[in-house]
T-cell receptor, first 114, second 115 residues
């Protein structure tokens, strides 16, 4: 069983829809949770970062972490065609003892249709 | 403002050949990482370095070697390429082990095919 599980999709939605992307994990030691966005033939770029449980909002994007359920989510409101990309969740334990290593989910491919 | 630059962008090798992938960063970052990305597998850490002259194994290190002789460069070597090493390789760097406002910055990848 992978430490981090993510539905690979692909996920296709109409422009303006609310998108929900999710990851589950098995390692209760994870404390740092990230979402990366990766456009085709490009490297991933950090979209959202959350420490421990709770919500974080940035414009149209909201990240949620539920450590009790070992479940994280990324919500995209008013989705745009420019949001079409692969979204990867990533997690880490204590970075000061782990060299900053990240464990990634498989990535979810999102397509937003005009 | 180049960020993280990977060389080459594409390469085709025959089984048994060797090659070196170069990663260069101009952000004075301490930490550097090599990942591979395969369909359905996400990004998996191969090796990483927490500073000049240091290296450590990641999740999938077998068949690869690395060197960090200069702070700005991180080299990934394949001594005897195998078809299972066909993948997209990403290099990343970060200022420190913390994540708040100090994310890992990625290059645009090297697409490697082993025939």
């Amino acid at each position: 069983q992978k430490e981090v599980e993510q539905d690979p999709g692909p996920l296709s939605v109409p422009e303006g829809a609310i998108v929900s992307l999710n990851c589950t994990y098995s390692n209760s030691a994870f404390q740092y949770f990230m979402w990366y966005r990766q456009y085709s033939r490009k490297g991933p770029e950090l979209l959202m970062y959350t420490y421990s449980s709770g919500n974080k909002e940035d414009g149209r994007f909201t990240a949620q972490v539920d450590k009790s359920s070992k479940y994280i989510s990324l919500f995209i409101r008013d989705s745009q065609p420019s949001d079409s990309a692969t979204y990867l969740c990533a997690m880490s334990q204590d970075p000061y003892n782990q060299g900053g290593k990240l464990i990634f989910g498989q990535g979810t491919e999102l397509s937003v249709k005009p | 403002n180049a960020g993280v630059t990977q060389t080459p962008k594409f390469r085709v090798l025959k089984t048994g050949q060797s090659m070196t992938l170069l990663c260069a960063q101009d952000m004075n970052h301490e930490y550097m990482y090599w990942y591979r990305q395969d369909p359905g597998m996400g990004l998996r850490l191969i090796h990483y370095s927490v500073g000049e002259g240091t290296t450590a194994k990641g999740e999938v290190p077998d068949g690869y070697n690395v060197s960090r002789l200069k702070k700005q460069n991180f080299l990934l070597g394949l001594e005897s390429a195998a078809p299972s090493q066909t993948s997209v390789y990403f290099c990343a760097s970060s200022y420190s082990r913390g994540f708040s406002n100090q994310p890992q910055h990625f290059g645009d990848g090297t697409r490697l095919s082993i025939l």
